[in-house]
């Protein structure tokens, strides 16, 4: 009987010893040709695929991160707040304390949740420059919570007080850069029927004009971009 090269063979040469099949094909076996060309097809899509998809996921982020930044600088959150229960300023960030203050006293809010406070500190260490100036601090109305260490913390200690004290509506203020991840977090967290109002604070300290140029500042918003993200796709309530 006439012997012929058996093709599997060949494409076998690149494979394990033990792997291989008869070198020899007998005219009586049955050889499909188009299953050995569907695995060359499909060979060659995988290897393109993996080529490209970590192009494809770089070119992704590039995306994503660009329009995390101009988000921001389109100012998406306005600070046009009416009367809240309660004003909710999130520790962290320079300005934040100094302005959530400000929006007590023009009785923007009934009082004041101050999240993330370190366990040692008072009202008196909190606002140590007004009240060295003299300044009116109702410390009455002035609700420091101290257990929480992150944003989701934070929602969560918040959302114990508002339940405690049957809160209908918030002020949320945190610094700009921070705003969307916290925003997302509180309303995930909070109940919702609780009204929540944006109200960022703008640094002097991080210049989303000259982020290209300023490595502080373009580190703090890649920092806050990876863990908006994060919280995106694994925080569960």
Known sequence: ???????????????CQECRP????????????????RGFVSRKKMIIITAFLPIAVLLSTVWLFVD??????????ANECGHADAIVALTGGSGR???????????????LIISGVNKSSDIGSIFFVEFMEKKYVPHERVIMEKGSKSTYENALATKKIV???????????????????ALYTF??????????????????????DNIWRDS??????????????????????
């Open 97 to 111: 304390l100094k302005k959530a203050l400000a929006l007590l006293l023009s009785e923007k809010g009934d009082y």
């Open 22 to 37: 008869d070198p020899v094909l007998n005219c009586g076996d049955i050889f499909d040709i188009k299953v050995l060309m």
């Open 68 to 77: 995390f930044m101009e988000t921001m600088r389109a100012d998406t959150f």
């Open 163 to 181: 339940e405690f004290r049957n809160f209908k509506s918030l002020i949320l203020l945190t610094s700009g850069y921070h705003m969307r991840r």
């Open 1 to 15: 009987m006439q012997c012929v090269i058996n093709p599997c063979y060949i494409v076998s040469l690149f494979q």
């Open 216 to 237: 502080r500042s373009f580190f703090i918003l890649l920092s806050e971009f990876i863990k908006f993200y994060w919280y995106r796709l694994f925080l569960v309530t």
């Open 187 to 208: 309303r995930r967290v909070l109940p919702f029927d609780v009204a929540i109002c944006a109200y960022p604070v703008y640094s002097p300290n991080f210049k989303l």
